[in-house]
Nanobody, 113 residues
Framework: QVQPVESGGGLVQPGGSLTLSCVLS????????LGWYRQPPGKERERVAL???????HYPQSVEGRFTISRDNAKNTVYLQMNNLKPEDTAVYYC???????WGQGTQVTVSS
C-alpha cells in the first residue's frame, strides 16, 4: 500500500484560511470512506473530518462550521477547507481512508500572529 501524500499546510494568521490536499492511490478510491486527522504538539492524533463514500460528512464540535471535507474521485484527492483558523488548530494534519492504511508524512499547519 502506498502512503497518502498531504500538502497545502503553512503559516497563517488567526482568522485566516487554508485548503489542504491529499492524494491517495488506488483504483477503489471512489469507494473509500475518508478522514482528515491532526496531531497537535505533544497530543494524540484526532479526527477532524469524516467523509463517507455516499457523501455524508461528520465533524467534531471543535471544527464544525469552520472545516469542510470534500473529494475529487477523478484525481484520487481529498481536500480539507479550513476557515477562521485559530491558534489551537496548529498541528500536523494527515489524511487516510477508513479503515486506515499506511500514514503519510502529514502537512504542518501553524496558526499564529
Amino acid at each position: 500500500q502506498v502512503q497518502p501524500v498531504e500538502s497545502g499546510g503553512g503559516l497563517v494568521q488567526p482568522g485566516g484560511s487554508l485548503t489542504l490536499s491529499c492524494v491517495l492511490s488506488g483504483s477503489s478510491f471512489r469507494r473509500y470512506n475518508l478522514g482528515w486527522y491532526r496531531q497537535p504538539p505533544g497530543k494524540e492524533r484526532e479526527r477532524v473530518a469524516l467523509l463517507i463514500a455516499g457523501g455524508t460528512t461528520h465533524y467534531p464540535q471543535s471544527v464544525e462550521g469552520r472545516f469542510t471535507i470534500s473529494r475529487d474521485n477523478a484525481k484520487n484527492t481529498v481536500y480539507l477547507q479550513m476557515n477562521n483558523l485559530k491558534p489551537e488548530d496548529t498541528a500536523v494534519y494527515y489524511c487516510n481512508r477508513l479503515p486506515a492504511g499506511p500514514w503519510g508524512q502529514g502537512t504542518q499547519v501553524t496558526v499564529s500572529s
